[in-house]
């Protein structure tokens, strides 16, 4: 397993997406302390690091004329304080579970499905949305986050099909949904939800860790491949979609 020390390593690992235009704007909306991308360094020329909380504390100043990285803090109950197509790249990292958590009196499906019609709304024609977050079809995700009663504990908003579904929904093209595993701080290995490439890869792993299994181990692990069932049990996916130009 390859580590990754920095946030911004382990964001181009799990992303790997083309870098934005040269002067192209960033945003990261967050709920933790510290989101992945300020601070460090980033193939955007502007980045806004934008924390959502209770209270707009640190409002949005605009990004005329100014390079660097930017802090605001808004709140989760207001409207977005961005003008309509403003940024090239936007991250969601964990930020639809953390959401979810905050507004309990609702569905978690719902919660994530309003905010990505939000953020398609900032990110400019041709610009990109990625994000990942808890798998909520994964028992494990599930049961591991279940009666957290932080504000920004996670909740599992999206499963492997519900979160295209709201994707496509939010007006995003060309949406791509994978699995990450072994865990999302230490990527190894990237699998698409498709059937027959979720197969291909689980199989690939499967057969390389072979010796280190019993028989009944394998077999088991390999017709749980061949199903095609590890895209609803591994505990994290990743997403990514473009705003149509």
């Excluded at 360094?41 to 949005?60: F, I, N």
């Excluded at 309509?84 to 994530?112: C, G, K, M, W, Y």
Aim: proline share 7%; with cysteine.
């Amino acid at each position: 397993m390859r580590p990754y020390h920095s946030g911004i390593a382990r964001l181009r690992a799990l992303y790997q997406l083309p870098t934005p235009p040269g002067n192209g704007a960033a945003l990261e909306l967050h709920l933790s302390d510290r989101g992945r991308v300020a601070g460090d360094q980033w193939p955007a020329e502007l980045v806004v690091s934008c924390r959502l909380g209770a209270l707009a504390t640190r409002p949005w100043q605009g990004l005329a004329g100014v390079a660097g990285t930017h802090d605001c803090q808004v709140s989760y109950d207001a409207p977005l304080p961005f003008p309509p197509a403003s940024f090239d790249l936007v991250i969601l990292h964990h930020t639809l579970d953390e959401l979810a958590a905050v507004f309990r009196n609702r569905s978690a499906h719902q919660v994530a499905g309003e905010w990505l019609q939000k953020i398609a709304a900032i990110t400019r024609p041709g610009g990109v949305v990625v994000g990942c977050g808890l798998n909520r079809t994964s028992p494990r995700s599930r049961l591991r986050h279940q009666g957290a009663a932080s504000a920004t504990a996670e909740r599992p908003a999206l499963g492997i099909f519900s979160c295209r579904a709201a994707l496509l929904r939010a007006g995003l093209q060309d949406v791509q949904v994978f699995n990450l595993w072994p865990d999302a701080d230490a990527p190894s290995t990237i699998a698409s939800i498709d059937a027959a490439a979720s197969r291909r890869a689980f199989r690939y792993v499967l057969e390389s860790t072979r010796e280190s299994l019993s028989r009944s181990g394998y077999l088991t692990r390999r017709l749980v491949a061949e199903l095609g069932i590890n895209r609803f049990l591994e505990e994290t996916l990743f997403f990514w979609g473009y705003k149509p130009c």
